[in-house]
């Protein structure tokens, strides 16, 4: 099994920065996909971000474009999302999750029913 573990939420202001974290362990040796979701309170969860094992290839939602950056360091097992000029309606509990594939296929980007591992979420509030 793969657990991941996210770390890195808080309250912020509108316009601040915040970096979350994502620890993985396990299976980790194996090639894998990270995805980044979040989940506000009776909405459904959405896609924000993902990028490839190579990190290559990363994709966003236009919601986040050109505010978040995904990254991620294989060598310590640890995918990132970097929030910038965080908005009030960013508010939401933020997951990372892993698919084992190669690339990055648009069929399983941004599918939440795709991906195999999940982490139990950070909440992120940003305050107006």
């Known amino acids: 099994q793969v657990q991941l573990v996210e770390s890195g939420g808080g309250l912020v202001q509108a316009g601040d920065s915040l970096r979350l974290s994502c620890a993985a362990s396990g299976r980790t040796f194996s090639s894998y996909a990270m995805g980044w979701f979040r989940q506000a309170p009776g909405k459904e969860r959405e896609f924000v971000a993902a990028i490839s094992w190579s990190g290559s290839s990363t994709y966003y939602a236009d919601s986040v474009k050109g505010r978040f950056t995904i990254s991620r360091d294989n060598a310590k097992n640890t995918a990132y999302l970097q929030m910038n000029s965080l908005k009030p309606e960013d508010t939401a509990v933020y997951y990372c999750?892993?698919?084992?594939?190669?690339?990055?296929?648009?069929?399983?980007?941004?599918?939440?029913?795709?991906?195999?591992?999940w982490g139990q979420g950070t909440q992120v509030t940003v305050s107006s």
């Open positions: 999750a892993a698919v084992r594939i190669n690339g990055l296929p648009r069929t399983v980007l941004d599918n939440r029913g795709r991906y195999d591992y």
